[in-house]
């Protein structure tokens, strides 16, 4: 099972300040357990929001709009990605992570789809979906 676990972002990421060296030293440590254990398939820090863009969906029409965004509880600082047994192998993960601001802060945990748990797609699709995958993974082995 795929989790993606979910940094929230805070008025301070949202300002763009830098994690602390002691900061970065304890996330790489923990990334390092993370990749031993062989369930991190990736993990990323974003950039703030003033440095995005959403786009609006319509119908067919598309309204882009520049960050920043305001509601920064329901902004992203950071992910990661784990590849593990169930929801309860990914909360154990996450209780030992650093805490991302040493104060109040929150990690969500959620579950990645996978072609299983679509019912409505064919085989036809599913297969397509395989074949892009595997192609993916042919492009990044590339670089």
Known sequence: MRFMVIVKATEETEAGAQPSAEMLNEMAAFNEELVKAGVLLAGEGLHPSSKGARVYFSGDRRTVVDGPFTETKELIAGFWLLEVKSLEEAVEWVKRVPNPTGEESQIEIRQVFTE????????????????????????????
């Open 116 to 143: 299983d748990d679509f019912v409505n797609a064919s085989e036809e699709l599913k297969e397509r979906e395989r074949e892009l995958r595997a192609q993916q993974d042919e492009a990044r082995a590339r670089g």
